[in-house]
């Protein structure tokens, strides 16, 4: 019996795959670019910009983290459906 090596490919660029980049890049980028918020106008209940803008990031980087992990689960269930594993 001779059993054929499994052929293992690259990783596979997939649109899902991309959304999940983009949700978990998209706050460093946000924070990095320091000269967007730099500022002190609006301010908001007392609070300047770049302080609310911040935290308002921490609470939208929590849900761009949870979408990617969600999206990340399916597209990995997905992927053992699709080769005939069990699922998770």
């Known amino acids: 019996m001779s059993q054929t090596p ?7 660029v997939t649109p899902t795959r991309v959304v999940i ?3 978990l890049i998209a706050p460093f980028v946000a924070m990095l670019w320091v000269g967007s918020y730099a ?4 301010a908001f209940i007392g609070i300047p910009f770049f302080y609310w803008y911040q935290m308002a990031w921490v609470l ?3 849900a761009l983290t949870m ?3 969600k999206l990340w689960q399916r597209d990995q ?12």
């Open 67 to 69: 979408i990617a992990f």
């Open 77 to 88: 269930r997905a992927r053992s459906a699709a080769k005939g594993g069990a699922s998770q």
């Open 39 to 42: 500022k002190t106008d609006p």
């Open 6 to 12: 499994e052929v293992s490919r690259g990783p596979v």
């Open 21 to 23: 980049a983009v949700c």
């Open 60 to 62: 939208i980087s929590t």
